[in-house]
């Protein structure tokens, strides 16, 4: 065992997770992350998939977002149905490319109230959808992400990243500048043999977008929140537009995107900082369910669990962690009031928190440690902690 683990598992005896509870919190709070602070130039170009979506977006404009979207990704011209993941004709049209159905398919309660951007971060900007209602965000999931199959959905779930997104309409484009001679794959003398070496280019065809719904963030309701209704749906879409912007960050740059509390932490750390002004532990907890003593049944805590998921003990000792983590997170962030402020800033400081587990988050000390990455953070010039 590293040096490192040793002093994490000590950590983790201090907080009372010992022997099999420690391994499992030991291999499930692990972090893939460097610790080096070091980062490309920032932003990074746009990828492939973004000059697609701008004439999306321009079509939008007038058309509207709906029916550009619903005509350029295939499964919303197929129902949320139970079954309709499993039919030939669905098969065809999403794994082969084949004509849709032009009557039918999804149906939203509020349309026009569909609306898509490209926002800039970081890490180059990304597509994202946001439905006019909660149902509708559910429907687009559903569509989008779990084969037009009508599947339970958290109810503390408003964002959602889809990737690995099979473009037919980019393949549609790319075949017929194959056709026309303006586009070469070496030795395909048919469109059969080009598409097999299309397969092999997934930047070709392959986008990632977000989607995000217009409810109360983590599901918590404006009044526990001593907000406005219309005050905290605003506040909501902010930071679930900046943490799933994180997660965009941390897979494109950093090179791993987990469903891992380790991930949610820093990804809600630049949603709430952004959204507040700075990073509220308390917001964080609430969220998570851990406001109180206990854990809240329907905090997103539960739906952080990894693969395969932890014992109940490895879960309950999971909490008192995540909440001094999150404690020393805010104390650190105080020092630092505009890390998040810029989008640049937002990538340094999930670089700064990306390199450290939760254990040497909640270690005594811990604070201290945050910090000084952070300050690294908010001058690259200065090295690496």
């Known amino acids: 065992m590293s040096a490192r683990d040793d002093a994490r598992r000590r950590v983790l005896a201090s907080f009372g997770a010992r022997g099999d509870v420690a391994d499992e919190l030991l291999r499930y709070d692990d972090t893939p992350f460097a610790e080096s602070l070091a980062l490309p130039p920032l932003p990074l170009a746009d990828e492939a998939f973004v000059g697609d979506w701008a004439r999306y977006l321009a079509r939008a404009g007038e058309d509207g977002a709906w029916e550009v979207l619903r005509e350029v990704l295939v499964q919303l011209r197929f ?6 993941g499993a039919s030939p004709e669905y098969a065809a049209s999403t794994r082969a490319g084949a004509p849709a159905p032009e009557e039918g398919g999804v149906e939203l309660d509020a349309p ?15 597509p994202v959808l946001l439905a006019g209602t909660m149902d509708d ?15 339970p959905l958290p109810a503390s779930m408003g964002a959602c990243m889809v990737a690995g997104y099979n473009n037919w309409e980019r393949v549609a484009r790319l075949r017929r500048a194959w056709e026309a001679g303006e ?11 080009a598409f097999r070496a299309l397969r092999e280019r997934k930047e070709l065809y392959q986008d990632r977008f977000v989607i995000l719904g217009p409810g109360p963030y983590s599901g918590v309701p404006a009044g526990e929140m001593g907000m406005g209704e219309d005050e905290w749906r605003a506040c909501s879409v902010r930071i679930r537009l900046e943490h799933e912007c994180a997660h965009y960050f941390t897979r494109r740059v950093l090179g791993s995107m987990r469903n891992n509390l380790l991930d949610e ?16 532990a308390s917001w964080f907890l609430r969220f998570m369910g851990l406001e109180g003593d206990g854990y809240r049944e329907g905090g997103r805590l539960q739906n952080y669990r990894g ?20 404690r020393a997170v805010e ?49 690259p010039a200065l090295a690496a902690v």
Do not use: K
């Open 79 to 84: 129902p949320v149905a139970e079954g309709v």
């Open 112 to 126: 026009d109230a569909l609306s898509l951007v490209l926002h800039p971060t970081a890490a180059g900007r990304i």
């Open 137 to 151: 965000f559910r429907t687009l999931v559903r569509a989008l992400t779990r084969r037009n199959e009508p599947a």
């Open 183 to 193: 586009l070469a794959f070496d030795g395909a003398a048919d469109w059969g043999a």
């Open 265 to 280: 932490l820093i990804a809600d750390y630049v949603g709430i900082a952004s959204a507040a002004g700075g990073f509220r």
């Open 307 to 326: 693969d395969p998921p932890l014992s109940a003990a490895a879960f309950t000792a999971l909490q008192p962690l995540v909440r001094a983590a999150a």
């Open 331 to 379: 104390a650190a962030d105080a020092g630092h009031p505009a890390l998040c402020s810029t989008a640049e800033g937002r990538a340094r400081a999930i670089a700064a928190l990306a390199g450290l587990t939760l254990e040497e988050m909640a270690a005594d000390g811990g604070t201290e440690r945050i910090s000084a990455r952070m300050a690294g953070a908010a001058d």
